[in-house]
């Protein structure tokens, strides 16, 4: 799976959106781009994924750059309740006969914060 | 529908000990993952269960490890407990294969004193 690299730490005022980049520039044509977030001492919680498109849901949107190198996550309108440290993982999608590719490879992610 | 469980939720072991942790799938996912979170290594992949196979393992001691059963639950085995195995223990649920997405339970946190 190809590696991200994400900021360690990002601040973001109540109510504004929040833009977290993920850069993936070794991605290959069949790796999808995930988003999770953890809060202190919680499982991870799954935001959103996408292929090549730009994706919007209840949690949030991901923008996916042309080339597929970079994406960023914007939460619309951050709460405190999104303060938490976000991964950017990218992993294989199906077309694949070699199993091996079902884990998540997660990195250090960016911490975010949310400022009242 | 329900979410990923994991029982129990805390559990305080001493060395030399073993230890097994209970994972229930969200409802239809066949595929149950087990990672290990510490604050040094952070989140790492120790193995997945479909259809009661192991399909994929990391790179983890032989004292670690796991069994599915036919209804998906899954079980997770630590033998000879070492204050390192001190962790949060998450499992994480899928339907079959990527791109389905791995949803998490809320973890297990094991220490190991």
């Known amino acids: 799976d190809a590696k991200t690299t994400q900021p360690t730490s990002m601040d973001c005022a109540e109510g504004r959106a929040a833009n977290l980049p993920c850069n993936h520039s070794?991605?290959?044509?069949?790796?999808?781009v995930y988003w999770y977030r953890q809060i202190h001492s919680q499982g991870p919680q799954y935001i959103i994924h996408g292929l090549k498109n730009n994706e919007t849901n209840e949690m949030a949107s991901l923008i996916i750059t042309e080339d597929r190198k970079s994406s960023t996550l914007i939460l619309p309108h951050a709460t405190l309740r999104d303060t938490a440290v976000y991964y950017c993982i990218v992993r294989v999608g199906k077309g694949l006969t070699n199993f091996g590719n079902e884990k998540l490879t997660f990195g250090t992610g960016t911490r975010l914060t949310i400022i009242p | 529908k329900a979410g990923v469980t994991q029982t129990p939720r805390y559990l305080i072991k001493t060395r030399g000990q073993q230890v097994t942790l209970s994972c229930s799938p969200i409802?239809?996912?066949?595929?149950v993952s087990w990672y290990q979170q510490t604050p040094g290594q952070g989140l790492q992949f120790l193995f997945e269960?479909?259809?009661?196979?192991?399909?994929n393992k990391g790179n983890f001691p032989g004292r670690f490890s796991g069994r599915q059963f036919s209804n998906s639950r899954s079980e997770m085995n630590v033998s000879t407990l070492e204050l390192g195995d001190s962790a949060l223990y998450l499992c994480?649920?899928?339907?079959?294969?990527?791109?389905?997405?791995?949803?998490f339970g809320p973890g297990t946190r094991l220490t190991v004193l």
């Open positions: 070794t991605i290959s044509g069949n790796e999808y």
């Open positions: 994480a649920s899928m339907k079959n294969r990527p791109p389905d997405t791995q949803y």
């Open positions: 269960y479909f259809s009661e196979t192991q399909r």
């Open positions: 409802s239809g996912h066949r595929s």
